[in-house]
């Protein structure tokens, strides 16, 4: 493994000191002079005509500023991509979920404005509404958008190969649907946002977002301003995990309550709130058809999904894309179709969640794969291994494998854990041992400017500040940005700060998701230090009478040889005093070379990203058969992130993925019944605690991927979307008896059971 | 009506007007200013905003601040000493057992409950002392790991 | 969501307390830890316009054993500090364990298990074991006191025995029988914070020949209330229990469970839970009265 000075530490995330005092503050901790605090009211239906909207009362109601409605709002709809725009902000005509944004009102404190909420009166005339995807697709059902016949938001179909060749081909071939339902992205920090308008029609809004230059976009569109009048700054993001890339209500509430009372106003969502609107995991049917040969090598693969999007488009085509990507990566799949539809429901809107659209793939396909090997008397390792992509290949749609450490990562997995003493043999105990694999494309390519930029200034004493629009979230890229820019200028860590978060300030940068960050923003600031260094080291170089390449940076100075010939600050220092390029600007931007966005007309081929990560997981599991109850004991997992950029940030994605993983298989579900959301609060929303972390044991695979910064991958994604099949997998083992949909609940597991004992006994 | 308490928060005592219905985390967040303490849930299941109240971590949502009266409250703000933090603080940070900050400042109040009562406690009372304290981002492995550092004087 | 508004009253004396209460009626709360009560305050499920708040009253948060009078609990004993009082360890044990298995520290440390009981959802971890375990509540009135059986407290859910203006100032709960042992079993999804799908509390006594002298059982979740399992206990008294017989008295407990359906767990899944509970902890129960030896 390359050994770097800086990169690859375990350095301490630049934020925590700031965050274990307390001092780090989020959106509901700003005050602003003469704010006012902000409310929502929300649908309680699921589908109706708005027959009237009587605000006279909330206005009446002495310290209330400002009421509005979707009237108040510009006739504009918002959305993720230019081709989802069909959202209303605060809707006008027509509700479509249980918990849409009607209403909003502004006051001088939390209790006023909650009791003005309780004063507007909302007629309805209730249309009939729809919840089943499958029922919304047939003819006759209720309509939800006009321009969409049978409910139909958006579809994809891809077509490779031969696949009903394939299955003629195959020596096994099986059917099977599984069931993915809603999750929360569960973050900590409520959504929230403070927004302010000055004097010059200027809207500074401070918020708590994965995509700040999004939601500037959006927010400009919506007021019809330049994007040069809007600033969004971000506090500190307390977690998102997709749940925060999108323009949601809080932000367009705040921001048209501010405009009208004409004073600071702050919405923070409430827990009830959040399970109104939190852009949650879209739930899926997928229906997975497998050929394979004898010795488990796939042949052919059709994959059909139904998706559950609510009523909007939201993200768009992205989810339904990411579930047949999730089905091209990590195995070889010579033959493949694929027939994906986003439908529209009264449900609530479905999004991002971290693994979008591919943890539910995964643990369809990871469960399947397992249920093949059984059939054919294989052991789960070695029809992973038989089919896992290797270094080099191509898959059928076209991403470009330039490494892969799946093999290793499987084969490391399997030693680690202990996997041949126990699998298969823990039955009469309860215990059972599962395996899955994953993986993740680096930064897809999904819109048009996906680019990534940084700036870097030098301070007069050589300190470095650099600027990226990256939204640290708690995934630590301000510490990774500083990592990667210390090491290329040869200087500690110490020495940079980073300044993200802030439209007015920063380079543009699309956002935290799609697991883009290291390698885009890294990218970009890596260019950056380059370019810095080449300005320090060009007219130092000829002062010195060598030639620039003979010049290194380390260890805090620039050194010929072995002879260090000055420090970096004297360095800096000397070009600063000695020419007109003394104020030192340096800046880099990144496109990954290699990518093509996915074309439609050619049936959606090309390389999404420049480079994929790996993973393999291995669970182990407690099953009691008498009350269903599971604990997860230890999760083994080998994992190629290319090269580390921090090791502990790198372990804390993979832990925080493996908890995360284990509440979606688990514990989590949003229950949903009628539109209703019937688990709306933390008390049934059941997030794992402390009790319920499993043993974990994570080693990397490094493979030193060519386009990645310092040959990093991207963390955290690919890691989740293999947790569920593993568990499931276990719980297999453990048991003899299959959940096909999350999560697999000990209710589930006695019902499987009880009717298992049953077929046994006829 | 509102009514007049004293609260002595982290050595210093504040006298306050409050309404009988203003809870402990909003009498802290709103009228002093102390923010650290965190409001997500606001029923007392994500312990976001954990302090500690007469030795005991409480869910200051959970707490009328008329309740708290004469009470000695600590918060994360109170940690810190002369700019020296507190050894709880400083595993948290070299041992990375945070990720977003939004439950560190509750988990690590919860922490210190514990430590200042039960200065070598085992895996599983550390474990039952943060079980109420919810982390969506870290699985809890590097907050145990930051914690035990502490207990075993490797903070 | 922020709490409505209410009048705070602070009575110094259990008397003023109740009086308090007489004269309010159905408009007052009780506020002991608030657990319970502020959230559902919060979100309007309840709004009363006083609240009687216990916490100035001198002395109510005691825990203390004499052996003429059992273990009394004071109304303002917190879950945490029943978890943690050598004396329960010592005398009823279950209940300590009850409380470990309850909400968190953070919650446990303001939760009273006095509120507990006169919450009575059906889900009342801390109902089972002081109801197997015998226990009274000292209910306190204007007019007379009265000491009234757990077991006929629960009238239906968040509804209990209390008239107006009564109060509960104490749990008494009597010497746990000779070479008797107790347990409370909880089935959650969660490994904590978690509410009981199903609760099992179990207590058996064994006479000198090893056969069950008494016996108690009572569920949580298995019905509108918590409950006894009566007919079960029947199947078992004065026998000696064997397997067969294990099998018969959790059919039974099967039998007169009422559980409902909920997002939670089906009615059928409960049941199921019943008899796996209702054996399991029978069984734990007698291998504790057997190691309990007095």
Sequence with gaps: MQEYSVVGKRVPNVDSRVKVTGEATYVDDLVLPGMLVGKVLRSTVAHARIVSIDTSAAEKLPGVKAVVTGKDAPNVKVGWLRGSRDRLPLTRDKVRFIGEAIAAVAAMDEDTAEEALGLIKVQYEELPAVFDPVKAMKDGAPRIQDDAKNNIALERHWNYGDVEKGFRESDYVREDTFYTPSFLCGYMEPNAAVAQWDANGKLTTWVSSQAPFFLRRELSLLYSIPQGKVRVINRFVGGGFGGKCEICDVHVSASLLARKAGRPVKVVYTTEDEFAVQPRRIPSTMTLKTGVKKDGAIVAQTSSIVTDGGPYRSVGGVTIYNHGLANMIPYRIPNFKFDAFRVFTNNQVGMAKRGHGQIQMRYAVESQMDMIAEALGIDPVDIRLKNALKPGEVTVNGLRMRTSGLVEAIEGAARRSGWKQKRGKGRAQGRGIGISCGGFACGPKIASLTDSGAIIKVNEDAGIVVYTGASDIGQGSNTVVTQVVAEVLGIGPEEISVVTGDTDVTPFEPGTYGSRVSWYMCNAAIKAAEDLRRQIVEPVASKLEVKPEEIVLRNGGLYVGERRAMSFAEAVRAVQVSSEKGILIAKGTYYPPDVEWPDPANNYYGNIAGGYSFSAQIAEVEVDRETGQVKLLKVTAGDDIGYPLNEMLAEGQAEGSISMGQGETMYENIIVSNGRVMNPSLVDYKLPTVMDTPEMDVTHVITNEPGGPFGAKEVGEGFIVSIPGAIANAIHDATGVWIKELPITPEKIVKALEAKEKEGKS | ?155 | MRLPSFEYLEPKTIREACKLLAKYGPEARVLAGGTDLLPKMKSKEITPRYLIALKSIEGLDYIDYQPGKGLRIGALATLESVRNSPVVKERCPVLGETASLMASTQVRNLATVAGNICNAVPSADMAPPLMVLGAKLRVSSPGKGRLAPIQDFFQGPGQTALGAGEIVTEIVVPNPLPKSGSVYLKHTVRQAMDLALLGAATMVALDGKGACKDVRIALATAAPTPIRALRAEEVLRGKVIDDALLAEASAAAVEEARPRSSVRASESYRRKLVGVLVSRGIAQAMSRARAAGR
């Excluded at chain 2, 967040?29 to 030795?55: F, P, Q, Y």
């Excluded at chain 2, 309740?67 to 000695?72: F, L, S, V």
């Design chain 2, 1 to 155: 009506m509102k009514q007049t308490i004293t609260l002595t928060v982290n050595g210093d005592e504040f006298q306050l007007a409050v309404d009988p219905r203003r809870t402990l985390l909003e009498v802290l967040r709103e009228e002093l200013h102390l923010t650290g303490a965190k409001k997500n849930c606001n029923e007392g299941e994500c312990g976001a905003c954990t302090v500690i109240m007469d030795g005991k971590a409480v869910s200051s949502c959970l707490v009328l601040a008329v309740q708290a009266r004469g009470k000695k409250i600590e918060t994360i703000e109170g940690l810190a000493r002369n700019g020296k933090l507190h050894p709880l603080q400083e595993a948290f940070v070299k041992h990375g057992g945070l990720q977003c900050g939004f439950c560190t400042p509750g988990m690590i109040m919860s922490a210190k409950a514990l430590l200042d009562k039960n200065p070598r406690p085992t895996e599983d009372e550390i474990k039952t002392a943060i079980a109420g304290n919810l982390c969506r981002c870290t699985g809890y492995v590097k907050i145990l790991e930051s914690i035990k550092a502490v207990v075993d004087g490797k903070g």
